[in-house]
């Protein structure tokens, strides 16, 4: 299985949006990442729906869309209508965490639960054999720029072992601090598909970023 480079418009130059997407849209990148907060489950507000209407008019490649929002059942019907590929809510922002995936996948959209760094992977059991992509977040969600969290690892491991034995298609996306200094670290704990926002977006080259990063990727492969 190749792994997949999602960079985050939450990085991006807001002033040159447009910009920023083509970019990505020429580049060796797989999917386009995209942060939705609401300053109550996570300390800090991005954007909606008008923003993601640009990214569904202008993005070449999917929409991975990540609710950092109380109540995401609310919003789910309009954030597949506005383009959403995948959707990832919260197991900390959801009471009826089951009913909430069956809602997801009646979109025709990819049902993805993110955990935060204190909450551990058991938790999940029951609900992973029903689940497309699992995101460990890495750092403490709600802005960008933060460190990597070592635990990380540890927590990718116990979940591809879990996902092994009742989902093994299971994808796990790893989001916060990922770097081409950590890549193959997660890469060899079992991640699949990598989060980046600051290491591509403030790059020197972003285009140049992306395909390092896909490169070790390959390397990765080459040695398993």
């Not at 299971?170 to 989001?175: F, M, N, W």
Request: contains cysteine; charged residues 15%; glycine residues 6%.
């Amino acid at each position: 299985m190749k792994h997949l480079i999602a960079p985050s418009v939450l990085s991006a130059d807001f002033a040159n949006l447009q910009r920023d997407i083509e970019m990505i849209n020429s580049s060796a990148a797989d999917w386009f990442h995209v942060d939705i907060m609401d300053g109550v489950f996570v300390p800090n507000i991005s954007f909606g729906f008008p923003v993601m209407e640009a990214l569904k008019k202008h993005a070449k490649k999917p929409l991975d869309v990540h609710l950092m929002i109380v109540n995401p059942d609310l919003y789910i019907e309009q954030f597949a209508a506005a383009g959403a590929n995948s959707i990832t809510v919260h197991y900390e922002a959801c009471v009826h965490l089951n009913k909430t995936v069956q809602a997801i996948h009646k979109t025709g959209a990819k049902a993805c639960v993110a955990l935060n760094p204190h909450t551990p992977v058991e938790l999940l059991i029951d609900i992973l054999p029903v689940l497309d992509m699992v995101l460990i977040m890495s750092v403490n969600p709600g802005f960008g720029g933060q460190q990597f969290i070592p635990n990380t690892l540890l927590k990718i491991r116990r979940l591809k072992a879990m996902a092994a034995a009742v989902n093994p298609g299971l994808l796990i996306e790893v989001d916060g601090g990922v770097s081409i200094q950590n890549m193959g670290d997660l890469i060899a704990a079992g991640a699949d598909v990598f989060v980046a926002g600051n290491a591509i977006f403030s790059a020197e080259s972003p285009l140049e970023m992306i395909e390092t990063m896909k490169d070790i990727s390959a390397s990765a492969l080459r040695s398993i």
